[in-house]
């Protein structure tokens, strides 16, 4: 046995493998290297069990997975929602006429052919839907027989100029325009409710399906009239068919990172054989990570479709710290096999320290009571769970049999000859062993609380929710937006509505008191500027009690004559049956909004809880919320609580795992403030970028801090075990520096150049994650390498063995 030591001065030299004692190390690595073969076979039919399994993995959403069921709102919503006529989920389909009005008959055939095309899809709620060709949509007036009205449509449409005529009357007589009717009158609305499950099979809405459905009835209709129909489609269900379209282009974003950190690892190590086992064994836990999911009966959506490049990239980043630490043994002499054995004993319990502190990062996820993150948290948990298996256990042991280019390995050790002595870039890392002297700590550490102070101003204009009209999940040029902003622009009534449910007794919504509250509520509502217009039973009252005596305006108003009122009842329950239920128990009133931003969401929010409060009885009560934007509202307020209660809870089992790892609550903090900083500064430049808080931003903010304290663990376990072995602070950080902290660098960068190629994804979310990480990936590098030894120079320059 060689006497000479590895760089760490801890293991000997051992150039053959009968000079290496097999019985030493502790128990769990003599279970692992003694039982190689063993561990490889078990993990290569799992990795055909669970590969195949990921291949049927679909991918899909759901409109009731992305609401938060433990709120009051959403609670009140689900136990109403038989009552809630058209409140749910739902698609707007608007034809436009791009070369006239819609008195064109060649456009109103057209428009019938949409329709009825509409009207047979599956998983449409067919009594509800609305358009000038379904007769649920009607027209009343009163003359000296008394009412009178009938569809909008005329039963005799023929095409004809006097039916063209006819259906003109009508749809002013109806009062939809702004709501059916564009107001210019160049294109009307197919208003279509959409099924979460198949009335029949029970099945879930497959939203890719649908809404490849409606392109196809968009593309047919667009084509056939060579351009003189343009079709405008939005909606959940429409959004999301979209999200999920534009994945496949995520796809190969995926496949570029991939190949980016394959080739960053490649030109650092220029050894083809270990870089194709740190990817292969980090694409392995991708297919672990997936067939898991599937056997679980998860499935993947738009807004978990990621993690799986997550933990790929997490796996790169530790299968890079096992290679290394292989390939400065081997280029000493070391046998493969006992390399591999070493740099287990030396980076297993960080590694797996590390790994715990990503599941938790993960894990905390669970505590928003939102489904689609509850899933996204149970996944990326799956994915960093195998990530111990796949690149702490069977990376190493794969490297002990392959080994590493000896070519490469006496070139890493030529690098690491030239930089112990200065040159190359050795006069970096010797730049960063500055920082463990004073005046280098002190700036350092200065600089950093001017961040964090900065930070934490600029951090105060940070929102929860959506800062932008539309669709914020994709950019503002996509389809999808341009239709959004098309109907905005063209309609009075927007897509963006807020319910606020009235629950009285049986047969009490006509009650006269029931009413005024009603309109009261949508009279305070209305004063809001976000507000458009509000629509309940007490206006339809209102206006049928006026046409009941000649539409003299004196006479709109809520009668107090219950005789008069229970008549506007009768003739609204053919004009307006979505205002209230069949038991006359429950009325919404509905306020249509200009947008869904996040401050116009509370204001009204916080009008109608205010109003509720002060109205509330035994006969009458006020819940909130339904619609669009109520249930937007639900969750932006669960996701501001959650928001830094999530923060909470990620640092303390950052805290609570470093503490286990290093038994030193010096060390902790050392590991623990760089990370602070960096979800400080990452705030901020959410704030400068305009991205709010919400479902898509909440989990990366979390994760920053359980992938970012991987780093600091590496570097400062290797650190502190050679301080207990006696050496002094600088140069027990230069050893770390050389054995992981360039690890450290290559991983932040490799991790950053993948994930900043989402910042081109399609989809707007998943390019604004891109950046986050991007940030958060270099800013914890540099936290690690710069702070972790300022810090030390005040925390831990004595450490006891």
């Known amino acids: 046995m060689d006497t000479s030591r590895s760089t760490l001065g801890e293991m000997p030299v051992v150039r053959t493998i009968e000079e290496f004692d097999q019985r030493s190390g502790h128990f769990f690595e003599r279970a692992i290297f003694n039982n190689r073969f063993w561990i490889v076979a078990a993990c290569a ?49 608007v034809v436009e006429n791009t070369s006239g009005d819609i008195f064109d008959p060649t456009y109103l055939e057209t428009l019938k052919q949409v329709n009825d095309e509409l009207f047979l899809t599956p998983d449409v709620d067919r009594a509800w839907m609305k358009s000038i060709w379904t007769p649920a949509v009607r027209w009343s007036e009163v003359n000296e027989e008394g009412f009178v009205g009938g569809p909008v449509m005329p039963d005799n449409y023929d095409g004809t100029p006097a039916s063209v005529d006819a259906l003109k009357l009508n749809i002013r007589r109806a009062n939809i325009v702004g709501n059916l009717v564009a107001n210019n009158f160049r294109s009307s609305m197919v208003f279509v409710p959409v099924l979460e499950r198949n009335p029949e099979t029970g099945a879930r809405l497959d939203y890719q399906a649908f809404s490849q459905r409606l392109e196809k009835v968009r593309t047919k209709y667009e084509k056939a009239s060579n351009g003189k129909v343009r079709i405008h489609v939005i909606g959940f269900a429409k959004l999301v068919g979209d999200l999920i379209d534009g994945l496949v282009k995520v796809a190969s974003f995926f496949l570029a990172a991939a190949l980016i950190a394959a080739l960053i690892i490649f030109l650092y190590t220029r050894c083809l054989r270990s870089t194709l086992l740190v990817v292969a064994c980090s694409v392995v836990a991708v297919a672990w990570q997936l067939g898991l999911v599937r056997l679980l009966g998860f499935e993947l959506d738009p807004f978990s479709v990621l993690v799986p490049f997550l933990i790929f990239a997490i796996g790169v980043s530790h299968g890079a710290q096992k290679m290394n630490g292989i390939m400065q043994d081997v280029g000493r002499g070391t046998h493969r096999l006992v390399a591999a054995r070493y740099t287990f004993r030396r980076l297993f319990l960080a590694g797996l320290t590390a790994l715990l502190a990503d599941v938790v990062g993960f894990a905390v996820l669970m505590v928003i009571d939102i489904p689609v993150i509850k899933e996204l948290a149970l996944t990326a948990s799956i994915g960093v769970g195998v990530l111990v298996f796949t690149n702490l256990i069977l990376l190493p042991v794969l490297l002990s049999y392959v080994g590493v280019s000896p070519a490469a390995a006496q070139r890493s050790l030529r690098e690491d000859d030239k930089e112990a002595a200065g040159r190359g870039f050795g006069a970096f890392w010797s730049l960063l062993d500055r920082f463990t002297e004073r005046r280098w700590a002190i700036g350092a550490i200065a600089c950093a609380v001017l961040l964090a102070a900065g930070g934490l101003w600029v951090s105060r204009g940070l929102q929860v929710g959506d800062l932008d009209p539309g669709a914020p999940e994709l950019r503002k040029d996509s389809r999808y937006n341009q239709d959004n902003a098309y109907i905005t622009g063209n309609y009075a009534l927007s897509s963006d509505v807020f319910a606020v449910i009235v629950k009285t007794t049986k047969d009490a919504c006509l009650n006269y008191k029931t009413l005024v509250q009603a309109d009261r509520l949508g009279w305070a509502l209305q004063q809001d500027p976000a507000v458009q217009t509000t629509l309940s039973l007490a206006d339809a009252v209102r206006n049928i009690t006026a046409g009941s005596f000649e539409g003299n305006p004196k006479w709109l108003t809520i009668n107090r004559n219950q005789d008069v009122i229970n008549y506007a009842g009768q003739q609204a329950t053919v004009l307006n049956p979505e205002l209230f239920n069949t038991e006359c128990s429950v009325l919404p009133v509905i306020a249509f909004l200009a947008d869904h931003k996040a401050e116009s969401l509370k204001r009204v929010a916080g009008i109608a809880e205010d109003f509720a409060a002060r109205h509330n009885d035994k006969d009458v009560t006020f819940k909130l919320a339904a619609g669009s934007a109520g249930i937007e509202a639900a969750t932006n307020e669960v996701v501001g609580r959650a928001s830094r209660s999530m923060l909470l809870y990620v640092y303390g089992a950052v805290v609570l795992l470093c503490f286990v790892a290093f038994r030193s609550w010096r060390a902790v903090v050392v590991a623990v403030l760089p990370l602070i900083l960096t979800s400080i500064l990452c705030e901020a430049l959410m704030v400068y970028l305009g991205i709010g808080v919400k479902v898509a931003t909440l989990p990366v903010i979390a994760l920053g801090a359980g992938i970012g304290v991987d780093y600091a663990l590496y570097l400062l376990s290797v650190q502190l075990g050679q301080q207990r072995a006696g050496l002094p602070l600088s140069e027990a950080y230069r050893r770390a520096v050389m054995f992981t902290g360039k690890v450290v660098a290559l991983v932040g960068i490799t991790l950053a150049a993948g994930v900043i190629t989402w910042a081109f994804s399609p989809i707007k979310f998943q390019a604004d994650m891109g950046i986050l990480l991007t940030f958060m990936f270099v800013w914890n590098m540099i936290g690690a390498l710069v702070l972790v030894p300022a810090l030390s120079h005040f925390l831990l320059r004595k450490v006891e063995a």
């Open 45 to 93: 039919l799992l990795t055909l069990l669970l590969g195949f399994q990921a291949t049927k993995l679909a991918i899909n959403a759901g409109f009731e997975k992305m609401i938060p069921h433990g709120h009051a709102y959403v609670r009140n919503y689900l136990e109403s929602r038989g009552s809630l006529r058209g409140l749910g989920n739902s698609v707007r389909v």
